[in-house]
């Protein structure tokens, strides 16, 4: 086959030749489209039925009313949940981004060997170990309790390495003929990184945030061990204070036997699947606003 | 093409090539270098260079890859002090003051010792904030006057009819010799002293070619240009002086005429008559 391919003469002059070639492509084309069926289906299937029994039996009074019991809303783990979010992507975010700007800039030597060998294991360390060290440590030993800051520091540490790695990988791949055009005009170190290093990066930096900001929005097995549960409102306080969020509300409320419960499990779950869709919005808009002028869009 | 000579005096850079440079006041030379040897790490790229460069001259560096023209062009305005592993000796001097001189500042040599790159090397912003990109950061006009700027410099380099109404665009969209144009748009923007040129046609088409050379000989004497340059006929169109690296060395440095057409070294009669490169 790679023979008759490669000679243009056989291609073009013997009819079989060509028949072979045109089914070869068809497979391909039938498998490729297998393929993204295989991946658009399920997600079409998944957010179809979970908005389908949203809707079915939607209240307003969802996003207005705390927990009663297994009926009441949504709003203290709406909120719950947006605080979670918020605490993680200003802490992770600022850890993570510095991280990969010095493992891109200054990472060549022994030190960021070592920080990036340390970050992909930690990238591997599965959700619920880390949930239960958490636990054992801010919860337990540093007498926090179910608490906000033991949900967040669990969740940041969680993250850390994903806006970390895409932090790096996007300002190293800045093409260095910038960097050279910049110095050359005697542009200051500090301005050439924010009017252009950072501008050119953003993309990647941004889809390095939104990845890890859905990782926490979608979390639920650090939470339970850290967060803990509450169906009042989240409490202004980084400890002692339980918080409730989406995710338990899903898994929760699902196994109740009660249809308002059940009805709460959906209406959580279509929440978090447009939450995840505006971020996923917002990075596009993001990285369109900023693009304008990109060399490789 | 314009004749050699007709916008310097050429005959005080005849003089100094040919080594009497005594008659010759300091100031007349804007860069030189003295002794200067360069390497990275183990290996020594160019050793022992003493070469002056007359204010408003416009000199051509030729001689094969690997010879350390590059090396050298770039050590004039310091852009190889930050590359890993980068030794020097011998030093540089700019209006006869070190360039490493505790006095200089890097960022004021660098405004007034610009360059352009092989490749034209836009930034990732529309054509105008390209063109004052340099004079924000030097922070030397009001923000009032910056697209006064944008446009001056832009018809300098003859582009302005070609981008007039598209100053918000991206400079990508722009052909190769465009993107160059742009770039020298740029580095005239914050009004140079010299311009160090790195092979600066070697990806543009006989058009864009013959643009940037009429550019460069009407800037000067204005701006005193040194061009690395592999094209041996570019060098003999636009160049007062002609410098030829050869392995590491400075084999021979005279008017460009003179290299041309009646060196003194064998290599150099080899290279500029085509048999070596």
């Known amino acids: ?297 | 093409m314009i004749q050699q000579g007709e916008h310097v005096n050429v005959q005080s850079f005849d003089a100094l090539a040919s080594g009497s440079d005594n008659h010759l006041e300091p100031t007349d030379l804007i860069v030189s270098t003295k002794e200067l040897s360069l390497g990275f790490g183990q290996k020594t790229v160019i050793a022992d260079i003493d070469l002056s460069f007359p204010r408003g001259s416009i000199t051509a560096l030729i001689g094969p890859s690997g010879s350390g023209k590059t090396t050298f062009l770039r050590t004039l305005n310091r852009m190889n002090d930050n590359v890993k592993g980068f030794t020097r000796t011998g030093d540089v001097l700019f209006n006869s003051e070190s360039i490493w001189s505790p006095n200089i500042d890097l960022l004021a040599l660098r405004r007034r010792v610009g360059m352009l790159f092989q490749r034209a090397n836009p930034f990732p912003m529309s054509i105008e904030q390209n063109v004052i990109a340099g004079v924000k950061a030097h922070n030397i006009a009001k923000k009032s006057q910056l697209k006064q700027i944008a446009k001056m410099r832009l018809e300098e380099v003859g582009l302005w009819q070609a981008v007039e109404t598209r100053l918000h665009d991206s400079p990508f969209r722009l052909s190769g010799g465009q993107q160059q144009l742009l770039c020298l748009a740029r580095a005239l923007a914050i009004g140079p002293d010299v311009l160090l040129l790195d092979e600066p046609t070697s990806a543009l088409d006989p058009t864009s070619i013959e643009a940037v050379e009429n550019l460069i000989l009407s800037l000067s004497p204005a701006i005193t240009f040194i061009v690395v340059t592999h094209n041996l006929a570019q060098a003999r169109r636009i160049s007062h002086n002609t410098a030829f690296f050869f392995e590491g060395q400075l084999t021979e440095y005279g008017p460009t005429k003179h290299i041309f057409e009646d060196p003194s070294r064998p290599e150099t009669q080899r290279y500029v008559s085509g048999r070596m490169g």
């Open chain 1, 1 to 297: 086959m790679a023979q008759t391919t490669l000679d243009p003469l056989n291609t073009n002059l013997l009819g079989g030749t060509s028949a072979r070639r045109k089914s070869t492509a068809a497979i391909i084309w039938v498998l490729a489209s297998l393929s993204l069926v295989a991946i658009v289906g399920p997600a079409i299937w998944i957010i179809g039925s979970v908005f389908g029994k949203m809707m079915k039996g939607w209240h307003w009074s969802v996003l207005t009313e705390v927990g009663a019991g297994l009926g009441g809303g949504l709003l203290n783990e709406i909120i719950g949940t947006l605080m979670i979010v918020a605490g993680v992507a200003i802490i992770a975010g600022s850890m993570g981004i510095l991280s990969g700007f010095f493992l891109s800039e200054y990472g060549d030597g022994l030190l960021g060997g070592v920080l990036r060998t340390a970050s992909e294991v930690l990238a591997g360390v599965p959700s619920i170990v880390l949930g239960y060290v958490g636990y054992v440590a801010l919860v337990v030993h540093f007498h926090w309790g179910y608490s906000l800051g033991a949900g967040i520091l669990v969740l940041t540490v969680m993250v850390v390495p994903y806006i970390a790695k895409t932090t790096e990988i996007s300002l190293k791949q800045v093409p260095i003929a910038y960097r050279e055009g910049a110095e050359a005009l005697g542009m200051k170190n500090s301005q050439i990184l924010r009017r252009i290093v950072l501008k050119t990066a953003l993309p990647g930096i941004t889809t390095g945030m939104i990845i890890a900001t859905a990782i926490a929005v979608g979390e639920t097995a650090p939470l339970l061990y850290t967060a803990g549960y509450s169906q009042s409102l989240p409490a202004l306080s980084f400890t002692h204070h339980p918080v409730g969020y989406l995710t338990y509300a899903v898994w929760n409320f699902y196994n109740q036997p009660s249809v308002t419960a059940q009805q709460l499990s959906f209406d959580a779950a279509g929440i978090l699947i447009i939450a995840i869709i505006l971020l996923i919005v917002l990075s596009r808009v993001i990285v369109a606003m900023t693009q304008k002028h990109s060399e490789f869009r």
